[in-house]
């Protein structure tokens, strides 16, 4: 959905025999919500999906998931799966957009739904966008038999696993990403190398 050092996530997920999802419209603060269309993502929407993403994710504020997004992200989402690729749209603006994939296993009955990804333009929160695209594809893979649905976020992305328990996930695990850099290892190597060198000198000099 990956820091400097390492960070950490959490992993939930949703029996699907629990408890169904309901879409409340409730509006909010008395206005009239927008007209927001949840519609099937096309092709012609990979670009603004895109975009909007890079927005999103931030080096300062999700240094994981800002490296690990990219355009080909999108286009192999998209292409392997694009039953399960929905974006939100308001007036010919992309303002939000769900991805996911489902997980079959060998010699197992059940299909495991996987949220990939799930944002929306912040300009747009708080309106029940993200209920809404979290409920078509969550729809859209019931129907193709999944039981289990799987979603996992940053451990400090508060306002992610709030909504998500929300949706009723549960079984909440931690785990941990970790960064490896070679560049770092080879300077570091080069540094032991350089002060054995002068270790071995000195005694050299003490010895002669």
């Not at 912040?122 to 409920?135: D, E, H, K, T, Y």
Request: charge should be neutral; charged fraction near 30%; proline fraction near 3%.
């Amino acid at each position: 959905m990956r820091a400097g050092d390492s960070a950490g996530r959490y992993t939930t997920e949703k029996n699907m025999h629990t408890d169904s999802y309901e879409l409340h419209a409730a509006e909010e603060n008395g206005r009239r919500k927008p007209d927001i269309d949840i519609r099937d993502m096309g092709v012609d929407d990979i670009p603004a999906v895109f975009h909007l993403g890079e927005k999103v994710f931030t080096a300062d504020k999700t240094p994981t998931l800002y490296r690990t997004w990219d355009e080909f992200e999108v286009v192999s989402m998209f292409n392997a799966d694009t039953d399960y690729c929905f974006v939100a749209e308001l007036e010919g603006q992309i303002i939000g957009f769900a991805l996911g994939n489902i997980v079959e296993k060998k010699r197992s009955a059940w299909k495991y739904g996987y949220i990939v990804w799930l944002v929306v333009s912040p300009a747009f929160q708080r309106m029940g966008v993200a209920s809404r695209l979290f409920n078509k594809l969550t729809d859209k893979m019931v129907e193709d038999g999944v039981r289990l649905f799987l979603v996992d976020t940053e451990a400090d992305n508060h306002p992610a696993i709030e909504f998500f328990g929300s949706k009723g996930f549960g079984n909440t695990q931690q785990h941990m990403y970790m960064t490896y850099n070679p560049a770092n290892v080879e300077q570091q190597k080069e540094k032991k190398r350089g002060s054995r060198g002068k270790k071995n000198g000195n005694d050299h000099r003490r010895n002669g």
